[in-house]
Nanobody, 128 residues
Framework: QVQVVESGGGLVPAGGSLRLSCTAS????????MGWFRQVPGKEREGVSC????????AYADSVKGRFTISRDNAKNTLYLQMNSLKPEDTAIYYC?????????????????????WGQGTQVTVSS
């Protein structure tokens, strides 16, 4: 049984930083591409970042480029999202997801349908 669990969310002032973590069990962690998504009530879930199986290829949404960094430690079955220079518009529930079909981020990585397994999400709130 595949389990994906996010942690590290919280309340931070604008300009601050947070690091999200995601652990995945029940799958071969060093195989799939992994991604971070976020969602606010009433809006569609949007892709934030994606990383290939060995960390050599990454992709970012334009809105977070230069501020967020995705990384993974396959030895620890853990995915990370370092978020710096946070803005109030970054407030959302952040989700971790695994694409067990592909080892690298697909060209449609930002579409939620590209990923197979999801965590329950962790709330990030950035105060102005």
């Amino acid at each position: 049984q595949v389990q994906v669990v996010e942690s590290g969310g919280g309340l931070v002032p604008a300009g601050g930083s947070l690091r999200l973590s995601c652990t995945a069990s029940g799958l071969t962690f060093d195989g799939p591409a992994m991604g971070w998504f976020r969602q606010v009530p009433g809006k569609e879930r949007e892709g934030v970042s994606c990383i290939g199986w060995n960390g050599s290829r990454t992709a970012y949404a334009d809105s977070v480029k230069g501020r967020f960094t995705i990384s993974r430690d396959n030895a620890k079955n853990t995915l990370y999202l370092q978020m710096n220079s946070l803005k109030p518009e970054d407030t959302a529930i952040y989700y971790c997801a695994a694409d067990v079909v592909r080892a690298y981020c697909s060209t449609s990585w930002s579409a939620p349908g590209s990923f197979d397994y999801w965590g329950q999400g962790t709330q990030v709130t950035v105060s102005s």
